[in-house]
């Protein structure tokens, strides 16, 4: 191969790019997990946020102990999550999150934290979310305030949950999460191309009910 044809092949192969993954609200996962009755409704949520990054506030811690895993010292944590009353559990061991525990007031059991990991699964008999990966972003307080701070009353057109069985993947709203209370119905009647039909053709059909909405109002 000439210098030529090598330059050519060069700038015709792809660039492999890591991306980045979209982090997800944990308060609002950890919520819909305890509000999911039926066992299928549970397994689709768990697969839908394994592997993915979320953001917990609000976690109380009820135990902390020192350890040492793959020779890196830190703290395994379990801690309260107060909107599905579920425990959240992981070790930190990073130094910058290492760092903010030990920042003066120190982090103590009781106090409350915010962090970021990837969901590894669930633990049923001790109802916990088990996180990888994570990361303190700040110490924090134990609840929200009086007003708006969960996802979905910030932003109601923010994705709650995301359906990727069919052939092509779909997005709920947090302000449309109360179709998920159809899905054992219609998988049982179905399956997931009834989900899948279900969610594309109600979601379609709220979209064009707000568009008209706004219309009417004569907003943009």
Same mark, same amino acid.
């Given at each position: 191969?000439?210098? /030529?044809?090598f330059?050519?092949?060069?700038?015709? /192969?792809?660039?492999? $790019?890591?991306?980045?993954?979209?982090?997800s %609200?944990g %308060?609002?996962?950890?919520l819909?997990?305890?509000?999911?009755?039926?066992?299928?409704?549970?397994?689709a /949520? !768990?697969?839908?946020?394994?592997g993915?990054?979320?953001?917990f506030?609000?976690l109380? !811690? !009820?135990?902390?102990?020192?350890?040492?895993e793959?020779g890196? +010292?830190g703290?395994?944590?379990?801690a #309260? =999550?107060?909107?599905?009353y579920?425990d959240? @559990?992981?070790?930190?061991s990073?130094?910058?999150?290492l760092s903010? /525990?030990?920042?003066?007031?120190?982090?103590?059991?009781g106090?409350? !934290? +915010? @962090?970021?990991?990837?969901?590894l699964?669930?633990?049923?008999?001790k %109802?916990? $979310?088990?996180?990888?990966?994570?990361i $303190?972003?700040?110490?924090?307080?134990l609840?929200p305030?009086i007003?708006?701070?969960?996802l979905?009353?910030?932003n109601p057109?923010?994705t709650f949950y995301?359906?990727? =069985?069919g052939?092509?993947p @779909?997005?709920?709203e947090?302000?449309d999460r109360?179709?998920?209370?159809h899905?054992?119905? @219609?998988?049982?009647?179905?399956?997931?191309k009834?989900? #899948?039909?279900f969610?594309?053709?109600e979601?379609?059909?709220?979209k064009?009910?707000?568009?008209?909405?706004l219309?009417g109002?004569g907003?943009?």
């Amino acid at each position: 191969m000439n210098r /030529l044809s090598f330059v050519l092949v060069a700038l015709i /192969l792809p660039v492999a $790019v890591p991306v980045k993954a979209a982090t997800s %609200n944990g %308060n609002e996962f950890a919520l819909a997990l305890s509000e999911a009755k039926a066992p299928a409704g549970r397994a689709a /949520l !768990i697969q839908d946020a394994s592997g993915r990054p979320h953001f917990f506030r609000y976690l109380q !811690i !009820i135990e902390m102990q020192q350890v040492t895993e793959e020779g890196k +010292a830190g703290f395994r944590i379990s801690a #309260f =999550e107060p909107s599905s009353y579920m425990d959240v @559990v992981f070790t930190v061991s990073m130094p910058v999150s290492l760092s903010i /525990l030990k920042a003066d007031p120190v982090t103590k059991v009781g106090d409350a !934290i +915010a @962090v970021t990991g990837k969901v590894l699964g669930v633990d049923s008999g001790k %109802n916990a $979310v088990l996180l990888g990966e994570p990361i $303190v972003r700040q110490k924090d307080r134990l609840s929200p305030k009086i007003g708006k701070e969960l996802l979905s009353e910030v932003n109601p057109g923010a994705t709650f949950y995301s359906y990727t =069985e069919g052939p092509r993947p @779909v997005k709920l709203e947090a302000r449309d999460r109360d179709l998920l209370q159809h899905r054992d119905r @219609v998988m049982a009647a179905g399956g997931p191309k009834a989900w #899948f039909d279900f969610l594309e053709t109600e979601i379609a059909k709220r979209k064009q009910e707000r568009a008209a909405v706004l219309k009417g109002s004569g907003q943009p």
